[in-house]
């Protein structure tokens, strides 16, 4: 009986140091926030682009919203959309302006004319 009382606490023990490494990842909070568009998305209009500190995001885009999780991982946000999309982000300047690479592709920045830049909203504007 002791034996198994011991093996079931290893395993549970186990479950646990998993569950929290799993858990453990880049710190979402210095990209947290509301950013918006430099410039019109394709010729339309600005993007709102909305990441909140528990890994949920918007995208809104002409009235049509698309939401997301996101993560950080290298200094670079992964957006994840339920299609199954990825989208890799680069921050720069402290994660006041990203650059989304729009291309679906895997490059170490983002090629000209196929990325959306953002900038950070202040708060209230």
Known sequence: ???NSLKVTAVLG???VGLVLGGCGESRSQFAGTYKSVEPFAGKDYVALDLQED??????LAGKTVE???MVNDGKIFIY???GAILVVTP???GNMLSADM???WHPGC?????VAFKRVKDGG
């Open 1 to 3: 009986m002791k034996k």
């Open 14 to 16: 186990l479950i646990m």
């Open 55 to 60: 890994g949920k995001g918007t995208w809104v």
């Open 68 to 70: 997301f999780t996101w």
């Open 81 to 83: 959309t339920k299609p």
């Open 92 to 94: 720069t300047e402290g």
């Open 103 to 105: 291309t679906g592709d």
């Open 111 to 115: 090629p000209p004319g196929s990325c």
